[in-house]
Nanobody
Framework: QLQLVESGGGVVQAGGSLRLSCAAS????????MGWFRQAPGKEREFVAA????????GYSDSVKGRFTMYRNNVNNMVFLQMNSLKPEDTAVYYC?????????????????WGQGTQVTVSS
């Protein structure tokens, strides 16, 4: 079983930055594809970013492209999401997820392991 724990959320003013961290523990076979999703109140959970387990390629949603950067540290089994130029519409609970697919995935159903989430609030 794989456990994921996010940290790094908080309250920040528009234009500011935050870095989210996700620590993976438990049985880890190979290098899973990892993703970040977010869910705002009253909205569905949506894809933010992912990093492939096969080649480290990254992908982003159009709403965060150019502002967010996802990267991983395979030695410590951690992934990060550097969020710059934050906007009020980025306010949401952010979830880290792991997929057994080695190719980057953008849908929630492709991920079988989820963290508990961390709140990010961007004030205007």
């Amino acid at each position: 079983q794989l456990q994921l724990v996010e940290s790094g959320g908080g309250v920040v003013q528009a234009g500011g930055s935050l870095r989210l961290s996700c620590a993976a523990s438990g049985r880890i076979f190979g290098t899973p594809t990892m993703g970040w999703f977010r869910q705002a109140p009253g909205k569905e959970r949506e894809f933010v970013a992912a990093i492939s387990g096969s080649d480290g390629a990254t992908g982003y949603s159009d709403s965060v492209k150019g502002r967010f950067t996802m990267y991983r540290n395979n030695v410590n089994n951690m992934v990060f999401l550097q969020m710059n130029s934050l906007k009020p519409e980025d306010t949401a609970v952010y979830y880290c997820a792991a997929s057994l697919y080695r190719i980057m995935q953008r849908t929630t159903t492709s991920y079988g392991y989820w963290g508990q989430g961390t709140q990010v609030t961007v004030s205007s």
